[in-house]
């Protein structure tokens, strides 16, 4: 394969120019890269489009095994002023721009552009990482760097549902009940993407939680974030209502507000959702009916194990997409029914939450390994056990 066979076709390149708005993606930089040419028929445009995973084996990236055809298609570009274009090439040999890095770049900078065209105007904070420092559990510091979707994967017992929790703890400002009963302790550095603020420093211990901005501690995150949590198992319960507002750490009642008022909007399979009550000695019991797609409406509890992770799936992207018109909203999903998905019911999913359409940060942690559906710009973390300690492998993919 050389990089004339993985080089993008002019349609491609306009269409990664539009996205970017014509201006450069390094972060900081923003420079203009089209404008008059000498006649007034004439237009200058001096960006270059880089890859993001390399176009050859022996690119300044890794290839990160994709096809020619994925190598090809337009998330695996991004525009650069010409030094900025020439810095990530050279600085990717040492693996300072790494593939994972571009990728948060773009997204980054697609998001700040659709925010300019006045789509929307709400609150711009991703969650750019986080460093633990120390604690309790690992032996080791570890860096998780974050995207718009990053994946983090690991066979069991490395730690990822740790550091979904500590997202989680951080960012909804209430700590998990287990590490207060058994006094864990973490140090931790997050790092946002924001003009004002850019570090907070974090303090779990004896069931505290404190916050370290610059020299000043405070007992609150500064900024307005909104976690959800889809996690678990989907253990029947009491009724429908009370299985599937487990998974989602949230009341009965405030799940019943949300399917009455948000309903379905962002669905991606359900087509319709209702509630019933159902007499059942001796209470009350709600259930859930819904049209998978089939046509015809029927019980939750009659669905399969991928349709009613399916509509679970569809109730939380409705809730997020939502709530990000309003505040920053930071979706963690660590939730063991995605086991029943095969990659071809996954993707429409993972297609959604890497688009323009899709407005809120998510974490996936995907069970043992990383599924194997179409690359689409996704940051990937694969948690490793060593000696040493657990690593962090975000650097080839």
């Not at 450069?24 to 923003?30: R, S």
């Not at 995207?147 to 979904?164: D, I, M, S």
């Not at 019933?276 to 859930?288: A, E, L, N, S």
């Not at 995907?366 to 040493?388: D, M, Y």
Request: hydrophobic content about 35%; aromatic content about 10%; glycine content about 6%.
């Amino acid at each position: 394969m050389s990089r004339k066979d993985t080089e993008f076709d002019e349609k491609i390149k306009i269409i990664i120019a539009q996205r970017s708005g014509y201006k450069c993606n390094f972060p900081g930089c923003g420079k203009t890269l089209i404008g008059p040419g000498q006649t007034s028929l004439d237009y200058i445009s001096i960006g270059e489009v880089a890859h993001i995973y390399s176009a050859a084996k022996n690119g300044p990236r890794s290839d990160g095994g994709l096809s020619i055809e994925d190598l090809k298609r337009s998330e695996n570009g991004m525009l650069l002023c010409r030094p900025h274009h020439k810095i990530v090439d050279r600085k990717s040999k040492n693996s300072k721009y790494t593939s994972d890095m571009l990728s948060r770049m773009k997204s980054k900078h697609e998001f700040s552009i659709s925010a300019e065209l006045g789509e929307y105007n709400y609150p711009i904070n991703w969650v750019s990482s986080i460093k633990v420092i120390q604690s309790s559990i690992f032996k080791n510091t570890l860096t998780l760097d974050l995207g718009k979707v990053t994946f983090v994967y690991g066979e069991n017992g490395v730690g990822k549902t740790v550091l979904v929790n500590l997202l989680k703890s951080i960012f909804s400002q209430k700590i998990i009940s287990s590490w207060k009963q058994n006094s864990i302790k973490f140090n931790v550095e997050s790092t946002l993407d924001n003009p004002v603020l850019s570090k907070i420093d974090v303090e779990i211990e004896h069931g505290k939680m404190t916050y370290q901005i610059g020299k000043s501690k405070f007992p609150f995150v500064p900024y307005d974030f909104n976690v959800i949590y889809l996690y678990g198992k989907l253990k029947p319960l009491r009724d429908d209502i009370e299985t599937i507002a487990h998974c989602l750490d949230i009341s009965r009642d405030y799940l019943i507000q949300i399917i009455s008022t948000i309903g379905l909007n962002f669905a991606l399979r359900t087509k319709h959702i209702e509630i019933r009550h159902v007499r059942k000695k001796p209470y009350v019991v709600d259930r859930i009916y819904v049209d998978i797609g089939n046509g015809w409406v029927q019980s939750f509890g009659s669905c399969s194990s991928t349709e009613q992770a399916s509509v679970v799936l569809d109730i939380v992207f409705s809730l997020a997409s939502e709530m990000s018109k309003f505040k920053s909203v930071l979706m963690l999903i660590d939730w063991l029914p995605l086991l029943w998905f095969d990659d071809s019911n996954i993707q429409k999913y993972i297609d959604f939450l890497q688009s323009p359409e899709c407005h809120f940060q998510t974490v996936f942690v995907a069970p043992n390994a990383k599924p194997k559906v179409k690359w689409t710009g996704w940051t990937h973390a694969h948690l490793l056990r060593t000696e040493s300690g657990v690593t962090i492998k975000q650097t080839k993919e």
